[in-house]
């Protein structure tokens, strides 16, 4: 059964930064992409950011695109979403999530197995 659990949120002002991790255990990491979503109270879970297999493609929404930077460490099976400039409306539980696919996807459905999610707060 695959296990996620992210670490790193918080409370930070506005332009500042944090650097989520999210670390996996019991899936075979290194072959399928991961992603990042965010989660505000009564609105739909909304895509941030998405790494193929290798690490070599990715893929940002527009909001955080040129702020967030996702990478991934294949040998020690984590993922990491640095996130620099950070605004009041990047306020949300952010979700870490491995895919059933080996390349980018932006779709929810494709994201089989989610993390119990981390809380940042950023104030203005």
């Known amino acids: 059964q695959v296990q996620l659990v992210e670490s790193g949120g918080g409370l930070v002002q506005a332009g500042g930064s944090l650097r989520l991790a999210c670390a996996t255990s019991?899936?075979?990491?290194?072959?399928?992409?991961r992603g990042w979503f965010r989660q505000t109270p009564g609105k739909e879970r909304q895509f941030v950011a998405a790494?193929?297999?290798?690490?070599?493609?990715?893929d940002y929404s527009d909001s955080v695109k040129g702020r967030f930077t996702l990478s991934r460490d294949n040998a020690n099976y984590t993922v990491y979403l640095q996130m620099n400039s950070l605004k009041p409306e990047d306020t949300a539980v952010y979700y870490c999530?491995?895919?059933?696919?080996?390349?980018?996807?932006?779709?929810?459905?494709?994201?089989?197995?989610w993390g119990q999610g981390t809380q940042v707060t950023v104030s203005s």
């Open positions: 019991g899936h075979s990491f290194s072959s399928y992409s």
């Open positions: 790494i193929s297999w290798h690490g070599l493609h990715t």
């Open positions: 999530a491995a895919a059933n696919v080996p390349e980018l996807s932006r779709d929810l459905n494709v994201f089989t197995s």
